[in-house]
């Protein structure tokens, strides 16, 4: 059977392997095919043992936070079974390698007092190298809303990605990126909860749609008080920004002669039937009239009032 000839995909939506395909050390000549170019990228890059001394940190890296603990703990087991998943490097010269990704793995080796870790090498100028360590940290489970939203952000300035392009490179929904970038205008108490797993990702989608920060970190301090569940806190701050816009409303439609009216006709209403009367109207002359009554003899007072 004849073997199909590899079909040409654009960059996008196809992460690290597009990257490293696309790499600026390896171009497709003229006439060459797609397969030419895979097999000359493999043959530039492999897998070796190098030596940790000789690896210098990823500027590019879109961690900042690594838990002590879990590192000891990931150190232990590579004392017992080794590295079972290699890092990625890139060469710089002969000897001297930069990290692309597997920054956790490099530094539990380093604790677990390895002299050499296996290392895929990749061809990579500074610009894939950016995007390789940010797509492949995003692909990862274990880290936090912050963090991702934060490689989001630098995919868009530093990679000069369109937001459409982004959801295509990291394979998510442009609804689910821009939920991501929201986090990043909160005020930075809050985010700090939710990189440190003090706070879900639902509890800050529900405090970026309150603007006053005052107001968002005093709602952030009754959620962790109160243990508010998201959708208590969903629920509180739907109720906050509905009362502001019935105060809003109210203040907006009504002018001094209407506010006029309402306050004679309110007094009036309530003299006549012995309680406090709301009445409510816009700008067209549409409302609503409230009569309270605390029990059922005051109610059935109301009523022989309005002869019902």
């Given at each position: 059977?004849?073997?199909?000839?590899?079909?040409?995909?654009?960059?996008?939506?196809?992460?690290?392997?597009?990257?490293?395909?696309?790499?600026?050390?390896?171009?497709?000549?003229?006439?060459?095919?797609?397969?030419?170019?895979?097999?000359?990228?493999?043959?530039?890059?492999?897998?070796?043992?190098?030596?940790?001394?000789?690896?210098?940190?990823?500027?590019?890296?879109?961690?900042?936070?690594?838990?002590?603990?879990?590192?000891?703990?990931?150190a232990e087991s590579i004392k017992v079974q080794g590295i079972i998943q290699p890092i990625t490097v890139r060469k710089l010269s002969d000897d001297h390698y930069q990290l692309i990704s597997g920054e956790r793995r490099l530094q539990a080796s380093k604790l677990a007092g390895l002299e050499k870790v296996p290392a895929?090498?990749?061809?990579?100028?500074?610009?894939?190298?950016?995007?390789?360590?940010?797509?492949?940290?995003?692909?990862?489970?274990?880290?936090?809303?912050?963090?991702?939203?934060?490689?989001?952000?630098?995919?868009?300035?530093?990679?000069?990605?369109?937001?459409?392009?982004?959801?295509?490179?990291?394979?998510?929904?442009?609804?689910?990126?821009?939920?991501?970038?929201?986090?990043?205008?909160?005020?930075?108490?809050?985010?700090?909860?939710?990189?440190?797993?003090?706070?879900?990702?639902?509890?800050?989608?529900?405090?970026?749609?309150?603007?006053?920060?005052?107001?968002?970190?005093?709602?952030?301090?009754?959620?962790?008080?109160?243990?508010?569940?998201?959708?208590?806190?969903?629920?509180?701050?739907?109720?906050?920004?509905?009362?502001?816009?019935?105060?809003?409303?109210?203040?907006?439609?009504?002018?001094?002669?209407?506010?006029?009216?309402?306050?004679?006709?309110?007094?009036?209403?309530?003299?006549?039937?012995?309680?406090?009367?709301?009445?409510?109207?816009?700008?067209?002359?549409?409302?609503?009239?409230?009569?309270?009554?605390?029990?059922?003899?005051e109610l059935n007072r109301i009523l022989e009032l309005l002869d019902v």
């Amino acid at each position: 059977m004849s073997k199909k000839p590899v079909k040409k995909r654009s960059a996008l939506g196809r992460g690290l392997g597009a990257l490293l395909e696309d790499s600026g050390a390896v171009r497709k000549k003229e006439g060459e095919s797609e397969e030419e170019v895979i097999k000359k990228v493999s043959s530039a890059q492999g897998m070796n043992e190098i030596p940790v001394t000789n690896i210098e940190v990823n500027p590019y890296q879109p961690r900042t936070h690594f838990d002590r603990e879990a590192l000891e703990e990931l150190a232990e087991s590579i004392k017992v079974q080794g590295i079972i998943q290699p890092i990625t490097v890139r060469k710089l010269s002969d000897d001297h390698y930069q990290l692309i990704s597997g920054e956790r793995r490099l530094q539990a080796s380093k604790l677990a007092g390895l002299e050499k870790v296996p290392a895929y090498v990749r061809l990579a100028d500074d610009q894939q190298m950016l995007e390789m360590a940010l797509i492949e940290n995003i692909q990862r489970e274990n880290l936090n809303a912050i963090e991702i939203a934060l490689s989001y952000q630098r995919l868009l300035s530093e990679c000069s990605l369109k937001q459409e392009e982004l959801g295509d490179r990291v394979g998510k929904k442009r609804a689910t990126v821009n939920n991501y970038l929201r986090l990043l205008k909160l005020p930075p108490d809050i985010q700090i909860a939710v990189r440190d797993n003090q706070l879900s990702m639902g509890h800050a989608r529900a405090l970026i749609n309150i603007e006053n920060i005052d107001l968002q970190l005093d709602i952030f301090k009754q959620v962790q008080d109160k243990q508010l569940s998201v959708r208590k806190t969903e629920e509180l701050v739907r109720n906050l920004m509905q009362g502001k816009e019935e105060k809003l409303t109210e203040k907006k439609k009504l002018n001094p002669e209407q506010e006029r009216t309402i306050k004679d006709l309110q007094r009036k209403l309530s003299s006549h039937f012995g309680t406090r009367i709301n009445v409510k109207t816009d700008e067209k002359n549409k409302g609503e009239i409230k009569i309270p009554f605390d029990s059922t003899d005051e109610l059935n007072r109301i009523l022989e009032l309005l002869d019902v």
